[in-house]
């Protein structure tokens, strides 16, 4: 038997998200002067959206699809690796070493995905 405790979903693909903003914006034929000032924002904010350094925060990200004509969700794209970051098989008649083994395994990739170590848990 198999469990899988959760996926790699760890949000959104800033620069992903940021070409999409940047291609919905261009498609709409305004330029960032332009929608700066629709907005009440600076050229250097929506720059910063367009080049996925930063993103508009929720009520600015609801503006902007509202004046693009957009649903909020075709700005965002979510990170492309959806794979478990932890498995574990239990078979009947396992020997204990083996389970320590696999646990320090575990312990190795869940420090290398979280930069977590089972010394950093809470008393």
């Not at 899988?4 to 960032?32: F, P, R, V, W």
């Not at 000032?37 to 250097?44: K, R, T, Y």
């Not at 970051?85 to 312990?107: F, H, K, N, T, W």
Request: glycine content about 6%; charged content about 20%.
């Amino acid at each position: 038997m198999v469990y899988t405790t959760a996926t790699n979903c760890m949000g959104l693909d800033m620069n992903a998200t940021g070409a999409q903003i940047s291609k919905l914006i261009n498609e709409s034929g305004l330029n960032d002067k332009q929608l700066g000032e629709i907005m009440h924002l600076s050229v250097q904010s929506i720059n910063k959206w367009r080049h996925g350094h930063n993103l508009p925060d929720i009520e600015n990200m609801f503006i902007l699809s509202r004046i693009l004509g957009k649903r909020v969700d075709d700005f965002l794209v979510p990170m492309a690796t959806e794979q478990p970051i932890l498995e574990v098989e239990i078979e009947a008649g396992q020997d204990p070493a083996s389970m320590l083994r696999r646990l320090r395994e575990y312990a190795v990739r869940l420090k290398a995905i979280f930069n977590y170590t089972l010394s950093d848990s809470p008393a």
